[in-house]
C-alpha cells in the first residue's frame, strides 16, 4: 500500500461555540497505482481529510502512513517540519480547484519548479517538466503564460506540476471545479490515464458521481465517517 490511514479524528471548536466533530475514525488505504474518489456534500469533510492525507494539517487522533513511514500517531507527527516539507516535496502532488500557477512564469516553468526545488538543476527540471507537458497535450503551450491559457491548459500544467516529482500519489480537491462539463470530462479522463502511465496513485475530491465512477474505488464521506460506495 502506498498510503494507510487508520481511525482519524479531527474537531474543531470555534469561539464561543461547542465543538465541532468533522472527522470520526476514517480510516482508507490506496494502493499503487490506485485511481480513487471521495464524494460527498460541501460541509462533510472531505476537504479536512485530504489536507491531513496531505500532511497539510493535523488530526487529533490516528495514524498516517506512507509505505514504511509512519507519519502522524499517537496524537504527534513523527517527523520535524523540514523533513515534512521535504516528504511532501519528494512523495506527494497537489491539485487543486484553482491552478495557482505563478503569473510571471511560463507553463514550462511552473512546471519544473518543484523539481528545481527538490534538485537546483534548472535543466533537468524543465527536461521533466516538458515531457509532462507534452504527456498532457500542451506541447504548443509550452512558453505561454497564464493568462494566456484556457483553464482547462492551466489545469493541465497544474497536473504536470503535481507530477514532476514522480510523487506516490497526488491529492486533488475538486480538480474540475472552475471548469466546464467538456473540460472536466477530459480532465478527469486525463487523470484516469496518468495514473496507470505514470505510476502514481490519485485521491480525488469531487462532487461529481459519474466523474468517480473512473476511479477504482469510490468512498462516501457522510458526516464525518468515510463509507466505501462502490
Do not use: C
Request: charged share 25%; hydrophobic share 40%.
Amino acid at each position: 500500500m502506498i498510503l494507510q490511514a487508520q481511525n482519524l479524528y479531527k474537531s474543531y471548536t470555534p469561539k464561543g461555540r461547542e465543538r465541532i466533530d468533522i472527522l470520526k475514525g476514517v480510516s482508507l488505504s490506496v494502493g499503487e497505482r490506485e485511481l480513487v474518489s471521495i464524494v460527498g456534500a460541501s460541509g462533510s469533510g472531505k476537504t479536512t481529510l485530504l489536507n491531513i492525507l496531505g500532511t497539510l494539517d493535523t488530526a487529533d487522533d490516528g495514524e498516517l502512513r506512507f509505505k514504511s513511514t509512519v507519519i502522524f500517531s499517537n496524537k504527534k507527527f513523527h517527523l520535524n517540519q523540514e523533513e515534512i516539507a521535504k516528504f511532501r516535496n519528494q512523495r506527494i502532488g497537489f491539485v487543486f480547484q484553482f491552478h495557482h500557477l505563478l503569473d510571471d512564469f511560463t507553463a514550462l516553468e511552473n512546471a519544473a519548479m518543484p523539481h528545481y526545488i527538490l534538485t537546483g538543476n534548472f535543466k533537468l527540471a524543465k527536461e521533466k517538466a516538458e515531457a509532462l507537458l507534452v504527456t498532457v497535450g500542451l506541447k504548443e503551450r509550452l512558453n505561454h503564460l497564464p493568462s494566456e491559457l484556457s483553464g482547462g491548459e492551466a489545469q493541465r500544467v497544474a497536473i504536470a506540476r503535481a507530477l514532476v516529482n514522480s510523487p506516490d500519489v497526488v491529492f486533488a480537491d475538486e480538480p474540475s471545479g472552475n471548469l466546464d462539463s467538456k473540460n472536466s470530462d477530459k480532465l478527469y479522463e486525463l487523470i484516469a490515464e496518468l495514473s496507470q502511465k505514470q505510476n502514481t496513485s490519485f485521491v480525488i475530491v469531487t462532487h461529481n458521481n459519474r466523474y468517480a465512477e473512473l476511479s477504482a474505488r469510490t468512498f462516501e464521506m457522510r458526516d464525518g465517517v468515510l463509507q466505501q460506495v462502490r
